[in-house]
């Protein structure tokens, strides 16, 4: 099949769907099946290429001749004007955009850095955070808003005291961080002041753990920044990558994790034959979590760029220097990969869903949002045997990246 398809205007002609449509966003997944079933294997009028079919996009995250942009590679622009994958030369010293060696290197040291010690910590903060958030939610009920109560909460709070950072400061790095994500991801929303703010949040994020750390050093604990210090003091990594990975575990780790519990909620209230499993069969609750990551993937594109001149098949040849979009959350709903794809089942066993990525970038925070999405939910439906969706449409946070809900208002009956 051809690598090119005719030319349609704005959005939909750069990838073949048009992310700025109202219809895609609330179910991108019919737009992905009409390009996978059309042109699988798409080349946009601007140069870069866009996968849906499961196969080729796990060859482009898995083969050696593909990797990330170097920070001064030039991205394809969007219709607006906004550079699609944004913000590499900010981004060049976090793990998930290097290449080899120096990924080898830094997944090394994250893998001594989240030793067992530190993983069970964290696991005993998700379990008593989690009962103190909904604590809260259901005291304040009938009706409250999911995403804001327990999915963003939760996982920001791990993140932070992973990094020892003190409550009090929790508002301001969430700030930033916010306004972080709001320069870099892109999106056809995307201004000049979200810019500008993301500049002043990298500051601001630089500056203070660059001072959090020094008080590590001087006063050494168990959590991952005073490990990240001294790793850095051993020159197993510079201190740009001890700054980077930092921002990189509230980039990644936060909101991967709150999508994957605001998704999730919203699958199983409205599929209440497999909740109703869900809340009766425990032993399912692993192979839940891989479906539910599956049928409405927290993160929906992986970005590369090819080495050298790549053969896809089927005449379709990716230029050494070209740009490639893995559509992930097409991947996952591929019928050659999975049967029924369309079909919620918490009891798939044949899972090799794509929303970690795979290859040497799987997500190295992958298990610790796992527990994440298993705790939250288990604990939720468990404490609110009688919670219903409180809206029949849901808006979705105008991002090419991740597939995020602004809001998930529930009530409790």
């Known amino acids: 099949m051809s690598g090119t398809t005719t030319t349609r205007a704005g959005a939909g002609g750069m990838l073949g769907f048009d992310p700025t449509d109202p219809d895609f966003q609330q179910d991108p997944y019919q737009h992905y099946r009409r390009l996978r079933e059309s042109t699988p294997v798409f080349r946009s009028p601007a140069g870069f290429w866009v996968l849906t079919r499961h196969r080729e996009c796990d060859l482009v995250m898995r083969d050696e001749r593909f990797g990330y942009p170097s920070p001064a590679a030039t991205a394809p622009d969007t219709p607006d004007g906004t550079a699609l994958p944004g913000g590499f030369a900010d981004q060049r010293h976090m793990l998930i955009f290097m290449n080899p060696p120096d990924h080898t290197r830094m997944r090394r040291v994250l893998r001594d850095t989240f030793g067992p010690r530190v993983m069970r910590s964290a696991n005993g903060y998700i379990e008593q955070r ?20 327990l999915a963003h909460r939760l996982p920001f709070g791990v993140i ?18 916010q306004d972080y994500l709001a320069g870099v991801s892109p999106s056809f929303t995307v201004s000049q002041a979200n810019h500008q703010a993301r500049d002043e949040a990298l500051t601001g994020l630089n500056d203070y753990f660059l001072a959090l750390a020094a008080e590590r050093r001087r006063a ?6 005073s490990r990240l210090a001294a790793a850095a003091d051993q020159g197993e990594i510079s201190e740009q990558e001890l700054l980077g990975t930092c921002i990189l575990l509230f980039i990644a780790g ?16 409205r599929h209440p034959e497999q909740l109703a499993r869900f809340r009766t069969e425990p032993e399912l609750a692993a192979s839940a979590v891989e479906e539910l990551l599956r049928y409405d993937s927290p993160s929906h594109l992986s970005i590369r760029v090819a080495f050298e001149d790549v053969d896809l098949g089927e005449g379709n040849v990716v230029g050494a220097g070209e740009q490639v979009i893995a559509v992930r959350g097409a991947a996952n709903r591929d019928p050659d990969a999975f049967p029924n794809p369309d079909t919620l089942d918490l009891g798939r066993t044949d899972n090799r869903h794509l929303s970690f990525a795979s290859g040497i970038h799987v997500c190295f925070g992958a298990p610790l949002a796992r527990t994440q999405g298993k705790v939250a939910l288990g604990t939720l ?21 991740s597939r995020a809900l602004e809001a998930l208002p529930v009530t409790t009956g």
């Open 160 to 177: 932070c005291h992973l990094l020892g950072v003190p409550e009090h400061d929790h508002l301001m790095i969430e700030k930033w961080a």
């Open 381 to 401: 439906f468990r404490r609110a045997p009688g919670l219903t969706l409180a809206a029949d449409r849901f808006e979705y946070k105008p991002s090419l990246l």
């Open 254 to 269: 936060h909101g991967t994790t709150t999508n994957l519990i605001g998704n999730g909620a919203l699958a199983l209230l």
């Open 130 to 149: 989690t009962g103190q958030l909904l604590d809260e939610a259901l005291h304040n009920g009938p009706e409250f808003d999911l995403i804001t109560a």
């Open 220 to 225: 050494p604990g168990e959590d991952v920044l």
